[in-house]
């Protein structure tokens, strides 16, 4: 995926202090020395422009939560709704950090048992066949997700892009690690996984009166119901069997 360079990015990232420059320094002390607490951490990785991640920070302040995004220029979007958040509210948001990397050196930024929860919202599908590695849902990912995650550690993963969400089920299903614990091919009408759910696109009004529309005379309408979920659960090993925990 090409994305427009903008000069300014490096810079501004520079300038904002929630912008962890060096990573790897902070490797199995991400609660204590950057957050300066116990909390459990959470990660998104392929954040965009932050929207979801500084929602949820706002929710839970007993929570730390880690924004990856590899491209300046989009990671510049999330810095710039930060700090519309700081001075609109005359503080900042201490339990979010934003990291500019490559998902797949997560291993080498965070520990072994290190997070707690990886979110995965509407990720690059990568859709040849060749690409398929790339994919964050793709069997090399999860290796990399079992060495930082806690035994009973959980990712998220939403698309709305439904050749990535049956290969991701079907990669899935074949794992001896992972188990799927909760699965919609439709969350916006799942009654029980829409539960606090946060959208992470904001629809143009012309969008939802068009798609309300249609919805009113029976035409099938994807665009705004299409959005697929999985909730995922590491499966217990032999000399560790506890009840997986969901929140």
């Excluded at 520079?14 to 912008?19: F, L, M, R, T």
């Excluded at 979007?77 to 948001?93: D, G, P």
């Excluded at 050196?105 to 509407?122: C, G």
């Amino acid at each position: 995926m090409r994305l427009r360079n903008i000069p300014r990015a490096e810079g501004v990232l520079k300038e904002c202090s929630q912008v962890i420059e060096t990573p790897e320094e902070f490797r199995d002390h991400w609660a204590s020395d950057v957050f300066q607490n116990d909390y459990p951490v959470h990660i998104e990785i392929g954040m965009g422009k932050g929207r979801f991640l500084m929602a949820l920070a706002q929710k839970n302040p007993q929570i730390n939560y880690i924004g990856i995004e590899r491209y300046t220029s989009v990671l510049l979007r999330a810095v710039e709704k930060l700090n519309i958040y700081i001075e609109e509210n005359e503080s900042t948001l201490p339990n979010i950090r934003f990291i500019c990397m490559d998902a797949q050196d997560i291993a080498n930024v965070f520990a072994e048992n290190e997070v707690d929860r990886i979110y995965l919202n509407f990720s690059d599908p990568w859709p040849k066949a060749r690409h398929a590695r790339r994919r964050l849902t793709s069997p090399d990912f999860f290796a990399r997700y079992d060495k930082v995650l806690v035994q009973d550690g959980q990712v998220e993963f939403k698309t709305d892009n439904r050749d990535l969400f049956d290969f991701s089920v079907e990669s899935l299903g074949e794992s001896e690690t992972w188990g799927i614990s909760e699965c919609t091919y439709d969350l916006h009408h799942d009654e029980i996984m829409n539960v606090g759910n946060i959208m992470k696109r904001n629809f143009h009004p012309w969008i939802t009166r068009f798609a309300s529309s249609l919805l009113k005379e029976d035409v099938c309408c994807d665009f705004l119901s299409a959005t697929a979920h999985i909730l995922l659960m590491r499966k217990p090993s032999e000399s560790v069997r506890h009840e997986p925990k969901l929140s």
